[in-house]
């Protein structure tokens, strides 16, 4: 930031934002009392007819939430479109969800959200959240989600009964330089969608919230320092799945997600927000920028072997491997070890080991799905590699074995893995166990960059992204666009 933006901010932090901030929290308890008689004695698994007076607590409560906005330098924000009715679309999809700014079109229209059951008991907030019968999810309960997208397929097969159901698909929040892969929860039932998209064209984007970047404080305190702050919301027509969609709602997710790319001019990506945390996951093995790790998970999402309980599972199947250490997995045997059906997809999970003869260590498959399920906590990985690779008279890998864990780990083809060992070893016993490896790994922090490759660069930034994009806190790596180009405005600045 310039010196003179600096001294504005710092002149509305004494003078502006307090006033907004007071006024933002009066709003909202103002809301309170409206939304706790609206939802007294009703029912959250059933929907009444709506009486007189609750329709007038909408449009108060529509009215009060927008006045909050304003007083928060909303001032204008354009609609473009008609949202369709409950009957029409059941769903709202919206894209790219980048902020808690997001709820702006939540309380415009009052549509139902998916959320967490836990914030129904936070005060004041939870009977506002409350009042537009949002589905909860629960994170106590293993059952969940599948609970989740059965009421959510209830509501939408309910014929506009319920409220509309408002999701964001991309299930996180990103710098809006690209959509990545749709989740599947709101193309399952089946049913009409309306595309929704959200831009913030400002000259300064203070809005972005990602998991990588400024705070939730620091987003607010700058948003609010701003004398004015656009957003636009536009409806896009309702897209009706094919009888193909119906049966395939990844499918329908990636033809919508098309539309709303189009319509937003940046590209798609079939990476997920998992893949985003592995690339850039903090451990003690950073990924290589040459990884095949990505290519991994997409194949394991499509083949759906990604343990539900991933310490349990993993164990599993460490303790089923070391039972076959050295015997190698031909196609049927790979489908025979996972309980999945001989497939294409799983003969590219078996083409990704590089097999010898058509057959592959099966040990590396756990490996790699270890870093897949738990990208930061590598060292558990490399704990649970020397249990199926280590000798069983004294606990012990030698140099071309951890060579082998460590191509799996990093997802390489080719590792000189000779200077790390010689640098465990130390005396020269040509043999290292896994606390030696523990050791020297939390004596020397760095010692993947020192031993393994110096002279490459991890997943920092996008290498493609021109330095004039839009990319705010947060980032999109070097993803592969497909069916469009970016359409960037050079004039926006990022939050430092």
């Not at 609750?54 to 001032?75: E, S, Y």
């Not at 997001?102 to 139902?112: C, G, H, K, L, N």
């Not at 957003?231 to 027509?237: H, R, T």
Request: glycine share 6%.
């Amino acid at each position: 930031m310039g010196k003179g933006r600096l001294e504005k901010i710092a002149l509305m932090t004494v003078t502006l934002f307090p006033i907004r901030l007071l006024f933002a929290a009066f709003m909202m308890l103002l809301a309170w009392p409206f939304a706790f008689v609206a939802t007294v004695g009703r029912s959250e698994d059933t929907v009444e007819p709506e009486c007189w007076w609750r329709r007038v607590v909408d449009v108060v409560l529509k009215a009060i939430m927008r006045t909050m906005w304003f007083a928060g330098g909303f001032h204008w924000v354009t609609v473009k479109g008609r949202q369709a009715l409950p009957s029409e679309a059941p769903i709202l999809t919206l894209a790219p969800h980048s902020s808690y700014f997001d709820a702006i079109p939540v309380t415009m229209t009052m549509a139902s959200i998916v959320m967490k059951a836990e914030s129904k008991d936070i005060p004041v907030w939870g009977t506002l959240i409350k009042f537009i019968r949002p589905v909860f999810v629960s994170r106590s309960d293993q059952d969940s989600r599948r609970k989740t997208v059965e009421e959510i397929k209830r509501r939408a097969h309910s014929g506009g009964e319920w409220p509309q159901i408002m999701i964001f698909p991309e299930g996180t929040c990103t710098n809006r330089s690209c959509l990545i892969t749709f989740k599947p929860g709101a193309f399952i039932p089946a049913v009409p969608v309306q595309p929704v998209v959200l831009r913030y064209p400002n000259e300064l984007d203070t809005i972005t919230w990602t998991w990588q970047g400024p705070g939730a404080f620091k987003i607010l305190w700058l948003t609010l320092c701003q004398l004015q702050n656009q957003v636009v919301i536009e409806f896009l027509p309702i897209y009706t799945p094919s009888e193909e969609e119906k049966s395939n709602p990844a499918l329908f997710a990636n033809n919508v997600r098309s539309i709303m790319a189009k319509a937003l001019g940046v590209p798609v990506t079939d990476y997920s927000f998992e893949d985003c945390q592995l690339a850039m996951a903090e451990g003690l093995l950073r990924l290589p920028g040459n990884t095949r790790l990505l290519e991994f998970a997409k194949l394991i999402r499509s083949l759906g072997l990604k343990p539900q309980n991933t310490e349990e599972e993993l164990e599993q199947y460490a303790s089923r491997a070391r039972k076959v250490r050295e015997e190698r997995l031909g196609l049927e045997d790979l489908a025979h070890y996972l309980n999945v059906p001989v497939s294409d997809t799983l003969g590219e999970m078996l083409s990704y080991f590089e097999p010898e003869d058509g057959k592959m260590d099966i040990r590396l498959y756990v490996i790699a799905l270890s870093v897949v399920c738990r990208p930061s906590k590598t060292l558990q990985t490399v704990k649970l590699a020397f249990k199926m690779f280590e000798a069983e008279d004294d606990n012990t890998v030698r140099e071309g074995e951890l060579a082998c864990i460590l191509k799996a780990a990093l997802g390489v083809r080719e590792l000189n893995a000779a200077p790390l060992f010689g640098a465990v070893d130390g005396g020269g016993k040509e043999r290292i166990t896994f606390d030696e490896f523990k050791a020297f790994a939390e004596q020397h922090p760095d010692f993947a960059w020192d031993y393994l490759y110096p002279n490459q660069e991890g997943f920092h930034s996008c290498p493609d992204t021109p330095s004039s994009a839009p990319v705010a806190n947060g980032f999109c790596m070097d993803f592969t666009s497909k069916d469009v180009q970016p359409d960037r405005n050079p004039s926006q600045k990022k939050v430092d």
